[in-house]
């Protein structure tokens, strides 16, 4: 984890902070990257923190009160704010997404969850109308 550490900080320094803005000096710097070892902290330098399991309980939450609150709405409405809570957790969180089995399981979950509940509201549970993506 020493050279992944490294490796970010180095590419933080030199290529995605100005000179004319910030220097930031490795001494000083605390790097931590998320590791099965480590699973609530995914980022951490210069005070900034990026934590992924208040994310993954948000995103939850957040897709079971898209679920509850649905009642009679209509499938497009429900999707859009699928889509809109999807955007949002990707936008900052892919890579973590890709790498994190939990994030992974909790989409696939979330996912069919949205789709039944579609289904319902369509009363059609054929698959040809969900091709998978």
Not at 31 to 43: I, Q, R, T
Not at 95 to 116: G, H, S
Request: charged fraction near 20%.
């Amino acid at each position: 984890y020493v050279n992944l550490g490294r490796a970010v900080f180095w590419d933080i320094q030199k290529h995605r902070l100005s000179r004319s803005l910030t220097t930031i000096l490795w001494e000083t710097s605390f790097v931590s990257v998320y590791s099965k070892d480590n699973p609530n902290l995914l980022f951490n330098m210069c005070s900034f923190e990026c934590r992924i399991l208040p994310k993954i309980h948000r995103f939850h939450n957040r897709i079971r009160q898209i679920l509850i609150s649905s009642g009679s709405t209509t499938f497009t409405k429900i999707v859009n704010k699928w889509n809109t809570e999807l955007i949002g957790l990707m936008t900052y969180f892919r890579e973590a997404v890709i790498n994190t089995q939990k994030l992974l399981d909790l989409l696939v979950k979330c996912e069919n969850k949205i789709q039944t509940r579609i289904k319902i509201g369509l009363n059609s549970k054929m698959p040809s109308r969900f091709p998978p993506v």
